[in-house]
Each structure stands twice: as structure tokens, then as C-alpha cells.
């Protein structure tokens, strides 16, 4: 009861609640370990029971605390067995607050129908055998016409992040290195480590990885880059043309370039506003790039298109052959429909258009409250604050919940800290939510007396 004493400079329900998230970020508070009850801190502190408990409330939204009745409240220390070690920090408790910007999850509002698509696919499967090929070939064209260069071959996995952890798994040994952007998604930290092989992580800015320091890590021999092309999560950041074709000059002239294979993550290009990109213009026999539908379309499909030289698709395919064998072809043809049919191409540049107006509202209501902003395409955006766990707690008394940064960097501490939010699911009052987001980003002794707004809480 002492510690928390003297940490508690602030009485009010927000000043608690950041007090006790200091301490926990300090490690003073482990996981586990039992806080006081509501009345005992609230008698100690000469403040009401109320307070105390929208402080406790606070820290419960942002997933920091749990309660368990009677016994009362700890610091949490469930996580989920079956999430890999990045995504635990990602996970977050599983009541909803009152505008969840955590997620990093497009608009369901937003998809297109898929009651017409459903009812034009055929009710009875077609596999006449296990030996077919794993594309349909309407789909297989429609793709290949679409592809941001010529690709010698094309196939179909089970969403964006399985293409990837299976082009990996077909370049990449144990011991090998790999290029990952920094900040990046966290799961491709995950993926590397289980490969055993070693991140090389290198920075980057609105325009994609910076040259310079691209070459200073091919000078360690990686064995593959994965890089985001298009709205960058978290960052939102977008691959220029210039800068595609001075990455791909920067490959071309590094010594070990016949060893390097580069994949391309295009998880949200059917809504971003950027132009379509590839290092494969240039580097065609080097390059697997992988096209997503989940942003666009809808996660459930679990659908993604990966194209590239044959050698690698070809292996991506028979190593599928001994798991999943192939994409569901229905699901394949539902695709197809999706992305042939009028309305449902009027649907999905109508979200492309909402999610533009939804970063820019932002930014704007943002850089009016003084906060600093980056241009961003697609649902997400990165935003820099004073204190990631004290802004969590923060906005989680304002009834909002944004993803921690932490878990998206490449190092186990980085500075400046930062929140990733996903824009695309500010649907109305950008100025509100803009209000709360800066009251927790900027410093207490410069933030202007900013307080949250209450109409979230």
C-alpha cells in the first residue's frame, strides 16, 4: 500500500489508473499479484469508492487488470496459450469498449454484400480429383490481368499472413537472416523466430524501408525481405514507385543478390489509395508477392493470391499438397464473383473512399490538438505518445481501446513510444476522438489541459 502512496500524485480516477500502469510497465507490480480493494486504497487516498473504481474500470478496459469477485483485483497474467509471443501483446480482454480502434480489422459495415456472390456459386462441390490444379482458372486469370507485373506463376493460400509464413518456410533455413521493416507486424517477428533464423531489422519512413540501411543489412547476407508495399501496418505508410525502383537498385548491386528472395505483403491494396507497386518490376525472378483480400473483402474468406517464379510457387504448392492441398475452390469461385461483379466493385471503392475520408478527418482533428501525425493509406495509422501504457489506460477511461505499440518494434525497448489505431473504424466524431487520442499522446506539462472527452466514457 506504501508504493502505491507514494507513486500517486494524481487522485482522480486517470491518475490512479496511470500511477498503478507504471508501476506494472516498472515490473513493481508482477502479474498476478493482488491490488488493494476498492475501499482500502479509497480510504487510504481520502478519496470516494467511485473513484477508485473508475480507475479500476480503466485499467480492466485496457486488459491491464481482471477481476475475480470476491477474491478481488489482479494484475492480469492470462494469456492465451495458442497466440505466438508477439500477438499476446495484441490480445486484448475480450469485453468491448465503447470505440475499439485496437483491432486492425476493416469496417464490416464496409464489405461488400456476399448474398449475391453466394447465390451464384454452385451449391455441389466440383473435385473430380486431389491432383487438380489449385486455381480455377477464371479466377487464375482474373489475378494474373490485375498483377502488378507479369508473374510466371500464380496460386492461392488461406489468407495473407498463411502466404507468407509459407514462402518463409520454402526460402528460409534455420540460421538464416531476415529483413523485417521496423516497426512492423508483429506476427512476421514471430515467424522468423520459429524458423530460427535471425531478424535483421531495418527503419523506414512514409515512402517505404530506407535504402541505406536496406544496404547495410545486405551486406549480412539475409536470405529474405518481407516488406509491406501498401498501407504499412502499423504505420500506414505507402511503397512510392521511386522508392520501389531504388530498393530494387540497392538489391541489384549487393554481392549475395542470386541468394535473395523479397516478399511482398499487399494485405489492404484493393482499399488503398496508393499507386499498385512491386520490387518484381524489377526483380521478377527475385520477388514473391502476395495480394490479400481480407481488407477488402473480409477476413473470413481466409483468402490470399501469391505470384512469383515458378521454382518458388511450384514449391509453396507441393508442400501445400501434403496439408490443405488447395484453397476451397467455392471460395475460390465466390472470390471470383466478388471481384468481377458491378456492385460489389462499386462497394469496395466505395470503402476505399470512406477509409481516405476517415485518415484525413483524423489527421487533421489531430494536428489541431498539437499532435504530430504521418500520412497514412489504408485502416491503420501510428501515432507517438508520451507513455504507451499510461495513454492505453487513459483512453481506456475514455471508453476508447487502441493496440500498443510495443509489440509491432523490433527491439524489446524503442524511443520514442508510440499506439497503432485503426482509423477505419472511426465512423463519426473524428474531432472527439481526435480530442481523447491527443489528451493521452502528448506530455502532461504540454498537452494544454487537454481532458478526455466524456461522451466516450
Do not use: C
Not at 118 to 142: D, F, K, Q, T
Not at 419 to 446: F, K, N, Q, S, Y
Amino acid at each position: 500500500m506504501d508504493t502505491f502512496l507514494e507513486r500517486i500524485d494524481d487522485t482522480s480516477p486517470r491518475g490512479i489508473a496511470a500511477a498503478l500502469a507504471r508501476l506494472m510497465t516498472s515490473g513493481e507490480l508482477a502479474p498476478g499479484e493482488r491490488l488493494p480493494t476498492v475501499r482500502e486504497l479509497a480510504e487510504t487516498l481520502g478519496v470516494s469508492p467511485a473513484t477508485v473504481s473508475h480507475a479500476w474500470q480503466a485499467l480492466a478496459r485496457a486488459g491491464l487488470i481482471e477481476s475475480r469477485g470476491r477474491a478481488g483485483s489482479f494484475v492480469r497474467s492470462d494469456r492465451p496459450g495458442w497466440l505466438p509471443p508477439r500477438m499476446l501483446g495484441l490480445a486484448g480482454p475480450v469485453d468491448h469498449a465503447h470505440l475499439d480502434l485496437s483491432r486492425g480489422t476493416p469496417d464490416p459495415l464496409l464489405l461488400p454484400a456476399l448474398g449475391p456472390a453466394l447465390s451464384r456459386v454452385s451449391e455441389r462441390a466440383e473435385v473430380s480429383s486431389y491432383h487438380e490444379l489449385p486455381v480455377i482458372p477464371e479466377l487464375g486469370r482474373v489475378l494474373g490481368e490485375t498483377w502488378p507485373y507479369p508473374a510466371e506463376s500464380l496460386t492461392v493460400v488461406d489468407g495473407a499472413l498463411d502466404a507468407v509464413s509459407r514462402s518463409l518456410e520454402a526460402v528460409v533455413g534455420f540460421g538464416d537472416r531476415v529483413v523485417l521493416e521496423n516497426p512492423g507486424f508483429p506476427a512476421f517477428f514471430d515467424l522468423v523466430d520459429t524458423l530460427g533464423a535471425e531478424r535483421l531489422p531495418v527503419g523506414l519512413d512514409e515512402s517505404g524501408i530506407l535504402p541505406e540501411q536496406l544496404a547495410r543489412a545486405l551486406a549480412l547476407r539475409p536470405r529474405a525481405i518481407v516488406l509491406q508495399p501498401r498501407a504499412h501496418n502499423p504505420t500506414g505508410a505507402s511503397m512510392t514507385v521511386d522508392r520501389a525502383r531504388e530498393l530494387a537498385k540497392v538489391i541489384r548491386s549487393s554481392r549475395h543478390a542470386d541468394e535473395l528472395v523479397v516478399i511482398e505483403d499487399d494485405h489492404s491494396g484493393q482499399i488503398s489509395t496508393a499507386s499498385d507497386v512491386s520490387l518484381g518490376r524489377w526483380l521478377p525472378d527475385r520477388v514473391l508477392h502476395v495480394r490479400s483480400f481480407s481488407k477488402s473483402h473480409g477476413p473470413d474468406l481466409r483468402i490470399a493470391a501469391v505470384g512469383g517464379p515458378s521454382r518458388l510457387i511450384d514449391r509453396i504448392v507441393a508442400r501445400r499438397m501434403l496439408g490443405p492441398g488447395w484453397t476451397s475452390r467455392m471460395v475460390q469461385r465466390i472470390l471470383f464473383e466478388l471481384l468481377t461483379d458491378g456492385d460489389s466493385l462499386a462497394e469496395v471503392s466505395e470503402a476505399r473512399r470512406q477509409y481516405y475520408a476517415r485518415q484525413r478527418a483524423l489527421a487533421t482533428a489531430l494536428t489541431t490538438w498539437g499532435a504530430e501525425t504521418v500520412r497514412s493509406d489504408g485502416i491503420n495509422t501510428w501515432l507517438q505518445v508520451a507513455d504507451e501504457r499510461s495513454a492505453l489506460v487513459q483512453l481506456a477511461a475514455a471508453g476508447i481501446r487502441v493496440a500498443p505499440g510495443s509489440p509491432f518494434l523490433a527491439g524489446e525497448q524503442e524511443s520514442p513510444e508510440f499506439v497503432r489505431i485503426t482509423v477505419g473504424m472511426v465512423r463519426e466524431d473524428a474531432t472527439g476522438v481526435a480530442a481523447a487520442l491527443a489528451a493521452a499522446a502528448l506530455p502532461r506539462a504540454g498537452n494544454g489541459g487537454y481532458t478526455l472527452d466524456s461522451r466516450w466514457a
